[in-house]
Nanobody, 129 residues
Framework: QVQLVESGGGLVQAGGSLRLSCAASGSIFSIDAMGWYRQAPGKQRELVAAITSGGSTNYVDSVKGRFTFSRDNAKNTVYLQMNSLNPEYTAVYYC???????????????????????WGQGTQVTVSS
């Protein structure tokens, strides 16, 4: 079983910064691309940033230049540095790993299981004006 645990959310004034972390733990062989989503009250969950296993990133236009997505593959941890925050960014932020490969052993032979999709529990980010 794999768990994603986010941390780093909180209350910050407009113009401030926060750094979110998402640590994956459990039986992990490798993790492909990962994403940060956010869901504001009354709105649908949206993807705001994505990162490949090699570190290439992509961002929704509204956060380009403000957010930086990075990962430490050795620690199975990703980070979202959020700068110049404004109240529109208030939301619950979720970490997603849609393709997590886990090792298994069957009759003494190591195999890699088909990838599974995992989500974190979410961390609240509140930006006050």
């Amino acid at each position: 079983q794999v768990q994603l645990v986010e941390s780093g959310g909180g209350l910050v004034q407009a113009g401030g910064s926060l750094r979110l972390s998402c640590a994956a733990s459990g039986s992990i062989f490798s993790i492909d691309a990962m994403g940060w989503y956010r869901q504001a009250p009354g709105k649908q969950r949206e993807l705001v940033a994505a990162i490949t296993s090699g570190g290439s990133t992509n961002y929704v236009d509204s956060v380009k230049g403000r957010f930086t997505f990075s990962r430490d593959n050795a620690k199975n941890t990703v980070y979202l540095q959020m700068n110049s925050l404004n109240p529109e960014y208030t939301a619950v932020y979720y970490c997603n790993a849609p393709r997590v490969f886990a090792p298994a052993k069957a009759m003494g032979v190591m195999t890699i299981l088909p990838p599974l999709d995992y989500w974190g529990q979410g961390t609240q980010v509140t930006v006050s004006s």
